[in-house]
């Protein structure tokens, strides 16, 4: 079950980026788990749904240690490290296409907790939102969460500063893309204007122009990425009433999708 959830390709690229395992100067106190164990069970919890008392005892360590791990790596930036190692990987082998990347986010319901908010399209219920930045493919760049109630053009900017310099076979590193597409909740003038200082054609779609019954011939590939996300069952509905938790699971499942391309 371990290698099955943690390959060794992934595994290796995990060991670059967990932090050292504290020492004890005292001695004594109980076995450590080793941290691909610790992985394996985490990884189960955000793909399959279940709570953190719910994990199997095959795993080895108990819900409660797999989640104070869990806070451990999540506060040491681990997850988001890991998806930039993933994407730096795919970058040098020429797996990421630069020329059209989109935009777009998804609503879930939550409890009360950091970054929630009313849902004005789920009659004023608590919710999250996820934002998403892909290539053109539909490989995740860069994400954000946000209370429900937050407008889609407040994440734009910081999704596109969000995408981090990736490596290339040739050349620099690259962290801009050539086009970015999103839909009518991006068409702002200060948005266009603020694309193209940055270099970066803008195809926005314009309210009471482009139709609104399909997502657009570039647009689409974003849509697909968010049901990928939706393979991380942990996702569909937010339990985390810490914004750092929830956006933790959320790097997970993007990394995922990208190691999952990258061992096609």
């Given at each position: 079950m371990v290698e099955r959830l943690v390959p060794d390709e992934l595994w290796e690229l995990f060991e670059r980026v967990v932090p050292p395992a504290p020492?004890?100067?005292?001695?004594?106190?109980?076995?450590?788990?080793?941290?691909?164990?610790?992985?394996?069970a985490i990884i189960f919890v955000a793909t399959s749904g279940c709570t953190w008392k719910q994990l199997p005892p095959s795993f080895?360590?108990?819900?409660?240690?797999?989640?104070?791990?869990?806070?451990?790596?999540?506060?040491?930036?681990?997850?988001?490290?890991?998806?930039?190692?993933?994407?730096?990987?795919l970058g040098s082998r020429e797996q990421l296409d630069w020329s059209r990347c989109a935009i777009d986010s998804v609503n879930m319901r939550a409890m009360k907790g950091d970054l929630t908010g009313p849902n004005p399209v789920?009659?004023?219920?608590?919710?999250s939102k996820i934002h998403l930045t892909t290539e053109r493919t539909g490989l995740p760049l860069s994400i954000g969460i946000s209370g429900?109630?937050?407008?889609?053009?407040?994440?734009?900017?910081?999704?596109?500063?969000?995408i981090p310099p990736i490596r290339s076979r040739r050349g620099p590193r690259r962290r801009k893309p050539g086009k970015l597409h999103g839909d009518k909740g991006y068409d702002y003038r200060h948005l266009r204007q603020w694309l193209r200082s940055r270099g970066i054609t803008h195809r926005l779609a314009r309210r009471g122009v482009e139709s609104s019954?399909?997502?657009g011939r570039h647009r689409w590939v974003v849509e697909r990425s968010v049901a990928?996300?939706?393979?991380?069952?942990?996702?569909?509905?937010?339990?985390?009433r810490k914004a750092d938790h929830f956006l933790a699971f959320t790097s997970i499942a993007c990394t995922l999708i990208c190691y999952r391309r990258l061992t096609k």
């Open positions: 020492a004890r100067p005292q001695g004594g106190g109980r076995r450590r788990y080793g941290d691909r164990e610790v992985l394996a080895g360590p108990s819900g409660p240690t797999a989640h104070r791990r869990f806070s451990e790596w999540s506060k040491a930036r681990v997850w988001a490290k890991l998806h930039r190692l993933v994407l730096d990987e789920d009659r004023g219920k608590y919710g429900a109630n937050m407008h889609d053009s407040q994440g734009l900017q910081p999704l596109v500063r969000g019954t399909h997502v990928w996300l939706a393979g991380c069952r942990r996702l569909h509905r937010r339990y985390e």
